[in-house]
């Protein structure tokens, strides 16, 4: 056994994977009186949930406070329409019905939260924001979770990973887990998947999803993620459900001198003028404020990048008024990019090749491999939109169309990234696993970014921002509490 092994073989819940799925599952068993085993094959707890900045939530007592005027019945609304009604209905009723008493339950257990916020214009608050360290705001939410797991005499078993799935007759009993070099079997009642999705597996990334992982799509805090819940579950007879379906984004650029969340990466992602390999515009800029849309357009451009291009005038404006897209809960709206020289000077002094300047827009197509008269003409077509007032191709709003004349001109690698997967194992809404006859598997729960059907083809960003955190620790905790009926507690 590993540190926090209290030496038991048997179990009434093992929960798969320590990241806030898992964790919340484990909690939620354990304070209802069951003996829990939570296995993680990382050496430490958090997974991605330790860079996450908040989670979603709807008639929680923070929006209460701020008047906001969103219903339950809302939400479920606008997150289907959003799915076209692809996604499971009872699926995204439990999760909201949910998402109000999971923070303050999450308080009860030392979660801290600094404010329900929006991150695009008139935006909806249902981003409730963690108090935590920028970029790893998360983390102490994870240690408030495991802390009080341990408290409640929750093992929790590191370097374990589970290999296998062990069934007697229909129902889940038992797996084979992985401890010190050695595989064993651990009985139990009923198993909860958490397991973190499949964001490093490059088979399945090709397979699904038509991507060269590392190659044209960057997973971005995603470690060690192979779908190994996924796949345990598939070979129980479980149906397969969200595949192929990630939570895009426009991220960069990359490299020496580039930050993450930095003055380069701001100025990157605002929407100026986005061009493709080639030099030709390819959207509407303004695109960025939704998330979602923003990696869905870059992600149709399958060289797995773009530019970015502006010039003097758009550098002057952003360093003396601020942005118009936030870039992570420390760089929101107005924010002013005094960094941006500075961090401009030392990439260029390393030969960053993802950021470039040049005194013409000749120069700076030469500078970043574009032929100089195709990107000539486009920032042509493009100024003379900006000049009429309306963008004839793309209909972007007057408010963002700005001519690009000033010298010296610009240009930001902006690279298709991704968040995680978001779908796998299908369910239903206890979050129990169902076979391809829509049947339970009894004694088996699948949670987090191991399931599917919370969302249709796209993440949710518009109607319900946070989801993946929220649905993260709700289905945990409604798996969790499903559990505990199934072994009688």
Known sequence: MKTGSTGKSDYDILVIGGGASGLAAALTAVEGGARVALFEKMRYLGGSSSFA???????SEMQRKLYMNYSRDQAFQAMMDYSHWRANPRLVRAFIDASAGTINWLQQQGVEFLEAMTNMPDGLRTVHILKGPSGARGSPMIKALAARCREKGTDIILEAPVKQLIRKGKSTTGVLAEREGKQEPVNTKAVIIASG???????WIKHYCGFDLGVNLIPIRNYDKTGDGIRMAWETGAAEEGMGVLQFFRAGPFGPGA???GHLECAGLQPYLWVNRQGERFCDEAVAFNDSYMGNVTARLKEGYSYTIFDDTARKEMIEHGIDKYVGYINMPGTRLST???????ALGKKNPGVAMAGTIEGLAAKIGIKPSVLKNTLDEYNACCDKGHD?????ALKYLRALKTPPFYAMKAYTVFLGSLGGIKINHKMEVVDKEAKVIPGLYAVGTDAGGLYGDTYCFLPASGATLGFAINSGRIAGKNALKYIGR
């Open 340 to 346: 941006f020289d500075e961090e401009l000077k030392e």
């Open 392 to 396: 004839e191709i793309f209909a972007k």
């Open 197 to 203: 999705g499949y964001g490093n597996n490059q088979e």
């Open 259 to 261: 930050r993450m969340m």
């Open 53 to 59: 900045e908040g989670m979603f939530a709807v008639e």
